[in-house]
């Protein structure tokens, strides 16, 4: 039975004002461990392959409606399935459902120029270059087109991206820099491919280790697409009893995190070709963070437009239309996704815009 007697009082009554009581309470049962999920690596082996073998091995998994990659385990431990001589290997990648949705939502296409502007440990960088792969690729990852950067300006998160990476197939790990091919490693920038395409130029990766105002500064009006999976109070990823997950959490950190995201918004706009999308989320409740930075960007930023998201199978919180006296602009209200949390998946606020072509 759900006990809450530890989250902060402020925070709760924050969310019933956002939502109302009968919300909040569906929402204050959520606040709990999630069940694992995960995803398969399709760069290293296709799904049903991966599905077979855990059947066999009597893991029972259920498939999302809305990601064909996704999976949720329903029975044995996380331990087990990591364990697993296929999650050694690469080729499932334990994610939660709500962060598989805003690449999903970016939609980066093979041939592409793709920034992921915040990506550690890079649950969405490897998806995105799922994503870019030509699903009649001659082998496994070999289909790869376009180009993509991922970027953590914090050394300890940008190594486990970089670790991540190499398991999971996007880059090819080598010792020694100079036998590196088409690898280089200087100045906190890594720029490595597949081996599969080292030799190829339709396909480039790079990690970088930048703050995102400098590395965008670099690419003006480069990228057909941007992630801004911001920063953010993490409130959606608070449990229960679990201070470690919540005791940083004060108002104060709200207004941290909205300064924080807003220099990176704008950076990225910078970095976005005209007719380009960004994709803008966070894993947070606070209006602050969500509809009201959407409302700022988009009244300081006449080249900007909100898109709608499109038809996912989830259930969806309303977007908050009012909050502190602050008007929500109309259509960050109407075409903003917020995702309802359960059990099974984090609450997710997400945002798609579109920078106008130049006449």
Known sequence: MFHDRSLPEKFLERLTEMFGVSLFREIEKTFVERSTTFRVNTLKSPHHIITTSLVERGFKIRQVSWYKDAFILLNKSKRELTDLDI???????IQSLASMIPPLVLDPQPGEKVLDLTAAPGSKTSQIAALMSDPDGSALGGGLRGELVANDNNK??????????????????????AMAGDEAIQDGYWIAALPSVARNDSWRFSLRMEHGGALCREYPEYFDKIL???????????IAGEPKTHGYWKEQKIKEMTYKQWGLLLAAWSALKPGGILVYSTCTFAPEENELQMTKFLERNGDGEILDIGVLDIRRLSCVKLWKNKVVNPDV??????IMPTKEIEGFFVCKLRKSAQN
């Open 87 to 93: 999650y050694n290997e690469g080729k499932i990648y």
């Open 156 to 177: 300890i998160r940008f190594f486990k991206l970089k670790h991540n990476m190499e398991a999971l197939g996007i880059v090819c790990h080598c010792e020694d820099p």
């Open 228 to 238: 801004l999976d911001a920063p953010c109070s993490a409130e959606a990823r608070f």
């Open 333 to 338: 209200v109407k075409k903003a996704l917020r």
